[in-house]
């Protein structure tokens, strides 16, 4: 099948469409039914008669945005109609949902007389947060959009005008620092002069760009004085015309230093590029075909030049999705009145901004794994990048706030983590411990100091705060690594090779003489292996807590800490857990990675370990042992062990949290079940730690939840260990060692109180 009948059937499959409506409330009983409509839906209707503003704590009007269009001007379509486009607008509501989690309600009129459109759309103010018009043609979109701004007070967003403007504007920025030019001294030639040209024009005056350094070409040629006085061109044409004489688009960009196209393919050569100035910069935006290809552009000359396109198919894709879902988000947020130039500007500001930082490693997989380090071949964010959403909504609220259009201010702290919520769960609980490291960061060894990843993940944990990172391994190795990363970071670096090796050598000695270990051993496992070496380091004081394992079998990394550290006072083993977050509900689950078959004193010291690391998260633990029988159905040794294990904690009086077992999984974790079939259990709610009853069933548990039930993991955490220490999985991400950081330093923590 090719693409078109691919298309064709992913919108006719059931349901047809792309979108649908979901409720937000139970309606599974009659009560919940008298709450949702009559007789209970009085109450809020009179609050709302009472004081308007109250539509924004009793319905959906504050996450609603109106998706307005006509069909007159369809991306690469034209003038298709109302009905006909239909699927582009469901379209443009699914992006809406998914990058920023805005409900849409698409409405397409059939009609082409502004006057109509501006009546309609103006009377569905009650209904919504904010008006998004979309696809309709050039001059008729600017009075509309004008004209709605007037008459409504919610935010009114026209995204075929000001998307690419705003995505091009932090790419012009980046751009012209890569080069070495000020905004105010660029020369700007405009292919193009509808709709997205003449707003994106506009727009880069805003940003600093002279409005007489712009010239706009249309069909005719050069917009021109004189063509203005011959009444050849529109008002908005006509402010950007320059009084010169008449010309093509090799005449506007001979000798320019930007060449913006939002025309149509093929228009410029390579020629064309050659007589731009010095260093130029060249964004070829005419889709599917730009205006020159992005290699072409590139190839045209020997000094650089700066090309974006907007295709996903090469590097720099102006892409509007980097804009409008968060542009709404960030105005939503706080009520706004409208959508101001100002908040666009900063969503410009904070996209050129977040391109600067380091890229997480799950958008680098996302795009071919590629490096994306900024420089001419990445001036903006990628399009599936998740940090746009908490870089890019907080700077166009906190503008909305500045500029006095927003109805409500916000704590943007607060707000940024709000938005991670959004993201997921993992997000939301990874905050709450990220939260306490900063209060009291603590020193983190970090054993494979040279990998790339783990120096990335030191950048971050500094910047963010969490925790003071050591690097271990060869100084020049990390230096190196750091400039080729292109960090602005000066890490802290332990050097073994550089090191007074004696005291941990006798250290380590100490410890395993009569394991095997000789003196002249211990010194070299100190000098050659920094798990080794970190190990010892943390047992000595000299670092809080360690993480080690991206680069090794994970029986191998922990296999030091074990032999140097061991496990804590109230410990006999260490085990392995997993927090897995869905959209409401977390559970830690255990053990995951350490322990092949634990008798029941392990289980139950597994399951008291597990409940204290979720309460580091601010999680009350109700702990459940998993089996395959319930609470006797089944008696054999296997199904014992949970059994044993859950009453030994339930006659513990030092444990303050219910548990109960054994159980099934399901048991566990349905509340119907519990309360109903086994209404007798100490759970009077659904589990949230499971511990499995050994390491076969705690892994493919784990594995199943997260690949089938849609789980994010986060882990496998170490409990038990005398010291902080974790061991990550081979494979894991910038992002894992990052929050597991986070997790040694909170542990480090609650160890000095």
């Known amino acids: 099948m090719g693409l078109d009948e691919d298309a064709l059937d992913y919108h006719r499959r059931?349901?047809?469409?792309?979108?649908?409506?979901?409720?937000?409330?139970?309606?599974?009983?009659?009560?919940?039914?008298?709450?949702?409509?009559?007789?209970?839906?009085?109450?809020?209707?009179?609050?709302?008669a009472d004081d308007p503003t109250d539509a924004y704590t009793?319905?959906?009007?504050?996450?609603?945005?109106?998706?307005?269009?006509?069909?007159?001007?369809?991306?690469?379509?034209?003038?298709?109609?109302?009905?006909?486009?239909?699927?582009?607008?469901?379209?443009?509501?699914?992006?809406?949902?998914?990058?920023?989690?805005?409900?849409?309600?698409?409405?397409?009129?059939?009609?082409?007389?502004?006057?109509?459109?501006?009546?309609?759309?103006?009377?569905?103010?009650?209904?919504?947060?904010?008006?998004?018009?979309?696809?309709?043609?050039?001059?008729?979109?600017?009075?509309?959009?004008?004209?709605?701004?007037?008459?409504?007070?919610?935010?009114?967003?026209?995204?075929?005008?000001?998307?690419?403007?705003?995505?091009?504007?932090?790419?012009?920025?980046?751009?012209?620092?890569?080069?070495?030019?000020?905004?105010?001294?660029?020369?700007?030639?405009?292919?193009?002069?509808?709709?997205?040209?003449?707003?994106?024009?506009?727009?880069?005056?805003?940003?600093?760009?002279?409005?007489?350094?712009i010239t706009l070409v249309d069909s005719e040629g050069i917009v021109t004085t004189d063509r203005v006085e011959a009444g050849e061109v529109n008002d908005y044409k006509a402010d950007f015309a320059q009084d010169r004489p008449a010309g093509d688009l090799a005449d506007a960009m001979d000798g320019a230093d930007v060449f913006v196209g939002l025309a149509v393919g093929g228009l410029v050569d390579q020629e064309m590029v050659r007589s731009m100035a010095d260093d130029p910069i060249v964004f070829a935006m005419a889709n599917p075909d730009p205006e020159i290809g992005y290699h072409e552009a590139r190839e045209a000359r020997d000094d650089t030049v700066i090309a974006a396109t907007g295709r996903s198919d090469f590097p720099n894709q102006v892409n509007n999705v980097l804009c409008f879902p968060f542009m709404f988000r960030g105005a939503l947020d706080v009520r706004a009145t409208e959508i101001n130039e100002t908040m666009k500007v900063a969503a410009a500001r904070a996209l050129a901004e977040l391109a600067r930082e380091d890229v997480p490693d799950a958008v680098a997989k996302a795009y071919g794994d590629d490096p994306l380090q900024f420089g001419p071949e990445y001036l903006i964010p990628k399009a599936l990048d998740p940090r746009v959403l908490f870089e890019v909504a907080p700077a166009v609220a906190e503008a909305a706030v500045e500029t006095g259009v927003a109805r409500l201010d916000r704590d943007l702290d607060a707000y940024v983590e709000e938005l991670e919520a959004r993201l997921g769960k993992d997000r939301e609980m990874m905050r709450i411990v990220l939260n306490k490291a900063k209060t009291d960061p603590k020193r983190v060894a970090l054993a494979e100091g040279t990998n790339a990843k783990t120096i990335r993940a030191a950048s971050q944990i500094v910047e963010e705060g969490i925790a003071h990172p050591i690097l271990l391994g060869d100084r020049e190795t990390i230096q190196r690594r750091v400039a080729d990363l292109g960090l602005d970071f000066e890490p802290d670096i332990v050097d073994p090779a550089e090191a007074d090796l004696d005291a941990y050598a006798d250290h380590l000695y100490e410890e395993r003489r009569r394991k095997g270990i000789t003196r002249v051993e211990a010194e070299d496992l100190v000098r050659t292996d920094t798990d080794y070496f970190g190990s010892v380091m943390v047992a000595m004081g000299d670092a809080d807590a360690l993480l080690t394992g991206l680069t090794h079998h994970y029986p191998s990394a922990l296999r030091p800490p074990l032999q140097v550290l061991g496990t804590a006072d109230d410990a006999e083993y260490a085990a392995g857990v997993y927090m897995l977050t869905f959209r409401n509900r977390v559970v830690f689950v255990a053990d995951t990675t350490v322990n092949q078959d634990p008798d029941a004193d392990v289980l139950a010291e597994i399951g008291r370990h597990t409940a204290d690391l979720a309460r580091r998260f601010n999680v009350e633990p109700r702990a459940a042992f998993l089996s395959y029988s319930n609470f006797g159905s089944v008696d054999n040794e296997g199904t014992r062990k949970p059994r044993q294990a859950a009453q030994t904690l339930r006659e513990d009086s030092g444990v303050d949290f219910p548990v109960d077992g054994e159980m099934q999984a399901d048991t566990a974790v349905v509340e119907d079940i519990l309360d109903g079939t086994y209404d007798f259990a100490d759970l009077d709610q659904p589990a949230n730690v499971l511990i499995f009853p050994n390491l076969e069933a705690g892994n493919i548990g784990y594995k199943l939840l997260q690949r089938l039930g849609g789980a994010d993991a986060i882990g496998p955490m170490l409990v038990g260990m005398d010291k902080p220490v974790h061991v990550l999985q081979r494979g894991d991400e910038v992002n894992d060692i990052v929050n597991l950081a986070g997790v040694a330093v909170v542990d480090a923590q609650e160890r000095d109180d």
């Open 14 to 48: 059931d349901p047809p469409g792309k979108v649908a409506i979901e409720t937000t409330k139970p309606t599974s009983t009659q009560r919940d039914l008298s709450l949702a409509y009559s007789p209970g839906v009085a109450a809020p209707c009179r609050a709302i």
């Open 58 to 213: 009793y319905t959906s009007k504050g996450n609603l945005v109106g998706m307005v269009s006509n069909g007159s001007a369809v991306l690469g379509l034209g003038d298709i109609g109302a009905q006909a486009s239909k699927p582009v607008i469901e379209g443009k509501g699914v992006l809406l949902k998914r990058f920023a989690d805005i409900d849409v309600f698409d409405f397409e009129l059939d009609t082409d007389d502004p006057d109509a459109i501006v009546e309609a759309v103006s009377l569905t103010e009650p209904s919504f947060g904010g008006i998004h018009v979309e696809d309709i043609k050039a001059p008729e979109c600017f009075e509309i959009e004008d004209r709605l701004r007037d008459r409504m007070d919610i935010p009114v967003y026209h995204d075929d005008q000001h998307g690419t403007a705003i995505v091009s504007g932090a790419a012009l920025i980046n751009g012209a620092d890569i080069v070495g030019k000020d905004l105010e001294n660029l020369t700007v030639a405009f292919a193009g002069a509808g709709a997205s040209a003449i707003a994106t024009a506009d727009f880069y005056v805003s940003l600093g760009v002279p409005r007489e350094n």
